[in-house]
């Protein structure tokens, strides 16, 4: 049955006289007085609103940003607000401990740092966190319960730990973990033992259900707090919706052009009865609600409100939002509900309600759904170890982030020294279990945590399936004396068991098992005649065997020792026994030595024996072996390799300058062990030559040879001969002795015209044993005092040259010089004398010119071509004139070179006149024809 305000108000315990809290009392004590007093209504009013009326009192939950419109608190009798209700009970709102045990504070109870003191830390170095109490897991031992920030300001969210040893510390967001950067910064102040998460710039989707997780090697601690976020402006969205209705108003209403008014007195009217109005309220507000995606399938608000059948104004933050398939809206008489259908986490955030100017609002939480991890690739049914190594056991999950536990049996297992669990990135999940041993042998689970997935293996442990990889080898022994047998295994650590005819064998004072790396011997001292039989060595997967044969003892008084001898020299061995009539058997290897040219078997009794090898050569090397009954002695013999002849490590060929000495090194190398002198000579033409042509100084490991003044007709190839008592080693060397080249040949000019020429040759005779690198061309004009000039260089590979820049009509010579990296050669000469014009000359003059006709103003003229063309079409004519009495002749017209003849203009009347022609090739203008006889410029008629 629902109540109406004034049975809940009637309902609820007196007013408590202690005066209400103040503003900076923490959040938890506030808490712990409500609880003392009980649910309780409580209803206050205040004057009539208005639109420029304030804003209602808010407390501020400790955290960062302004005041939260959530928990509010009566205001002081000094300020006025609308009527509201509040109501407190014990169940806290979404994050809150819930029914879980409240956090005690610390027994120092270390005060919260300010917003003021966090801002000044954030951006200084963070110290670090201490240990607290004796060793244990750890525990968060204060947080507040939930956090207000404001949009685009900084938000803290700070918690204070204890542990021993200090511990770690992770935040989330939902199930996403924050990470430090960008936004988000973890400061830790030793101090106060105190973590503050930082988030720069809030933003709306801050807003949330957050956690914290803190863990050390005994355990780990979580809380959960929920961080709210307002408008960036600080007020919520009553005072938002009033302020932009009212500025509507204003900009809507515009005064009148009233004029020209005149004061006038008003009339006085009787007052009016004052009736107060009824003020309409929320009996039963808005409630917080919780949610989980995908667990509930609605979520519901529901307000009663003192007026029926009115229509609400759903706002989700600051948005209206609408009926439709996500939200429905259901009035029945005072019961305002709102419906929305599958909440998600993205619905998190605050909803409001407005009936006739009056709000209510609350938070909706909804938290992300529980993940759902599955194996992909199961363990399989068995799995194999072997003792004293890792044995690693593999599956592969679909997320890296699924929480997986490891049990064997029904214990389970966690990271330790035995123990290693790994899971990288795709998901594959290890447990390695180190140093196996039988132990370990059981099966073994892998589950992923609050779910029922889960996979398994039996695990065998057994001996690593060594293998011998050296066997046995039967063994001669004398009794009294020692025997060592010995075999090799693929893996150090395998054990391994010596047996006798079947029977193990223990260690003793006498028989010693001995273990080095791979290597596994059986030493036995004072071999007794019991001791003949089978010895075999077995592994967990092998064995090898071996006869051992003990004699009596028969002392060999001198056996065969080690020996080294030089290639092609004596080799003598010698043993001796104490039984005087024993006749040996030599061996090499596993072959039997007779007696032939090369190897002779001596007695020399007295239980003497000798075998000599007259020439040793180098596959004699090896192990030789005297065997009598059943005693043998071995040695190994090492041959050195005798000398060889000298090789001759020198490449050719050589080269140096004329003139000069030429030093050079041949570097050789004798084969073997050396033992007699190198001697070295240099042959020419198949003589050697003299001392008084070549220095030659024998070294250790290289012939310095030098060549005296040498010229460059000394060219040529020259043999090296370096011998010793072996032999003699010889090589052939081309010896370059290097000179300027000689001149270049057939020196030529052609193409000469009156301001260029070209040239070419051919390359030099002789190089000088050197590629030529270029040619110097030089000229010299006979015309002038000086020298010779050089007018430019072509490469060594061109053998043409372009000269430009002649004189016309100048006569020069010319020369061309070859050039290597000795020097300059002497120059060719090219022997004519060059001058320098064009192949054609200037026409000659043109006869037989008359005056055909004439008048006051022009003249006709004709002519005769010139004899002489100078080797040149004729390319146009030149009409001169000038005045009977000046010397000065000027040039009337210019016509084409297949006119002979034309007409003038232009002649002044009376003047008395003289005309020439001349004739044009393309070496210009010829010389100028006879003057006509003089005429007066006048009409004939």
Not at 329 to 343: A, D, G
Not at 617 to 639: H, I, S, W
Not at 736 to 762: A, E, G, T
Request: neutral net charge.
């Amino acid at each position: 049955k629902k109540k109406t305000a004034k049975e809940l108000k009637d309902s609820a315990p007196e007013k408590s006289e202690t005066p209400p809290p103040q503003l900076e009392t923490l959040p938890v004590k506030l808490k712990k007085k409500e609880k003392e007093l009980g649910p309780k209504i409580e209803v206050s009013s205040d004057a009539e609103s208005s639109p420029t009326g304030s804003r209602r009192g808010s407390f501020q939950v400790g955290g960062s940003g302004p005041p939260s419109r959530r928990g509010s608190l009566i205001p002081p009798e000094d300020q006025q607000r609308r009527p509201s209700l509040i109501i407190s009970d014990e169940k806290g709102r979404p994050g809150e401990m819930g029914d879980k045990p409240q956090r005690r504070r610390p027994s120092s109870d270390v005060r919260r740092p300010s917003v003021a003191e966090i801002e000044e830390k954030i951006d200084k170095p963070s110290t670090p966190l201490r240990p607290v109490g004796q060793p244990g897991p750890p525990s968060i031992v204060d947080i507040q319960e939930n956090y207000s920030a404001v949009e685009d300001a900084n938000t803290y969210i700070t918690i204070q730990v204890e542990g021993n040893p200090v511990p770690t510390f992770r935040f989330f967001k939902g199930i996403t973990e924050i990470m430090d950067g960008g936004r988000y910064r973890f400061v830790t102040d030793g101090e106060t033992n105190t973590v503050t998460l930082c988030i720069r710039k809030t933003k709306p989707n801050d807003e949330g259900s957050y956690k914290i997780v803190v863990a050390n090697e005994h355990g780990e601690d979580s809380a959960e707090t929920v961080l709210f976020v307002s408008d960036a402006s600080g007020m919520d969205f009553r005072s938002m919706l009033k302020k932009r209705k009212y500025a509507k108003w204003k900009q809507e209403q515009d005064d009148p052009d009233w004029g020209k008014l005149k004061e006038v007195e008003q009339e006085k009217k009787p007052q009016l009865k004052k009736v107060e109005r009824k003020t309409e309220s929320f009996s039963q507000p808005l409630i917080d609600q919780y949610a989980k995606e995908g667990r509930e399938k609605r979520v519901v608000f529901e307000g009663i409100f003192s007026k029926p059948g009115l229509k609400p104004k759903w706002l989700f933050k600051k948005d209206e939002i609408f009926a439709g398939s996500k939200y429905k809206f259901i009035n029945e008489n005072e019961s305002y509900k709102l419906v929305i259908s599958q909440p998600k986490p993205e619905d998190t955030g605050k909803y409001t309600i407005e009936l006739s100017g009056v709000s209510s609002t609350a938070y909706l939480q909804v938290d992300e759904a529980d993940p759902v991890y599955n194996f992909v690739t199961p363990l399989p049914k068995t799995s194999t170890g072997h003792f004293r190594r890792d044995i690693i056991l593999e599956c592969k999950v679909n997320s890296s982030k699924a929480p997986i536990l490891w049990y064997k049996g029904s214990e389970r297992i966690t990271e330790s020294d035995k123990h290693s669990i790994n899971v990288d990135a795709v998901g594959i999940v290890q447990l390695i279990i180190h140093d196996g041993c039988e132990a370990d042998a059981g099966e073994y689970f892998c589950k992923i945590e609050n779910q029922e997935a889960e996979t398994k293996t039996k695990v065998k442990v057994s001996e690593i399936p060594a293998k011998f990889i050296k066997q046995l080898k039967s063994g001669l022994g004398t009794e009294k004396e020692s025997m060592v047998l010995e075999c090799e295994v693929d893996e150090e650590d395998a054990p391994v068991v010596w047996k006798k005819d079947g029977e193990v064998l223990k260690p003793d004072k006498r028989i010693q098992m001995i273990v080095e790396g791979r290597k596994r011997k059986l030493v036995i001292n004072e071999l007794k005649m019991s001791d003949n039989g089978s010895i075999s060595c077995h592994s967990s997967a092998d064995e090898t065997s071996a006869e051992l044969v003990v004699e009596y003892p028969n002392k060999i008084n001198k056996k065969l020792k080690d020996t080294t001898v030089i290639q092609r020299e004596k080799l003598i061995l010698d043993v001796e026994f104490a039984d005087q009539t024993i006749v040996p058997q030599w061996y090499f290897g596993e072959k039997e030595i007779k007696d032939s040219e090369n190897h002779e078997i001596k007695n020399l009794g007295g239980g003497k024996h000798q075998l000599i090898v007259n020439k040793v050569e180098m596959a004699d090397e090896g192990e030789y072996r005297c065997k009598a009954r059943k005693m043998k002695t071995t040695c190994k013999v090492t041959v050195t390799k005798a000398e060889d002849a000298p090789t001759i490590l020198l490449d050719g060929p050589l080269e140096g300058p004329t003139g000069k000495a030429l030093a050079f090194d041949v570097p050789f190398t004798v084969n073997g062990l050396k033992r007699s002198n190198v001697e070295a000579k240099l042959v020419k033409d198949g003589k050697a030559l003299s001392a008084k042509d070549v220095e030659i100084v024998v070294r250790e490991d290289k012939v310095e040879m030098k060549l005296k003044n040498v010229k460059h007709d000394q060219s040529g190839t020259y043999q090296i001969k370096l011998s010793n008592a072996q032999g003699e080693g010889t090589k052939n060397i081309f010896i370059n002795i290097q000179d300027i080249p000689s001149p270049p040949l057939d020196v030529s000019v052609f193409d000469i015209y009156q301001d260029h020429c070209s040239l070419k040759w051919k390359q030099p005779k002789d190089d000088g044993g050197t590629p030529i690198t270029k040619y110097i061309i030089e000229r010299q004009d006979l015309s002038a005092k000086g020298g010779w000039v050089n007018v430019g260089d072509v490469p060594g590979s061109e053998k043409t040259f372009n000269c430009t820049g002649l004189t016309a009509k100048k006569e020069y010579k010319f020369r061309v010089i070859a050039v290597n990296k000795l020097g300059n050669s002497e120059p060719a000469l090219f022997p004519k004398t060059v001058l320098a014009k064009d192949p054609w000359d200037e026409p000659g003059k043109p006869g037989s010119v008359e005056v055909t006709d004439w008048d006051k103003d022009h003249v006709d003229l004709k002519w005769v071509k010139p004899e002489n063309d100078g080797g040149a079409p004729i390319t146009g004519y030149i009409i001169e004139f000038k005045d009977k009495f000046s010397k000065e002749w000027k040039k009337g017209k210019e016509l084409p070179g297949d006119l002979t003849q034309a007409t003038l203009d232009g002649l002044q009347e009376g003047v008395q006149y003289e005309f020439r022609i001349r004739a044009i090739n393309k070496a210009g203008p010829g010389e100028p024809s006879n003057p006509t006889k003089p005429i007066i410029a006048k009409a004939r008629f």
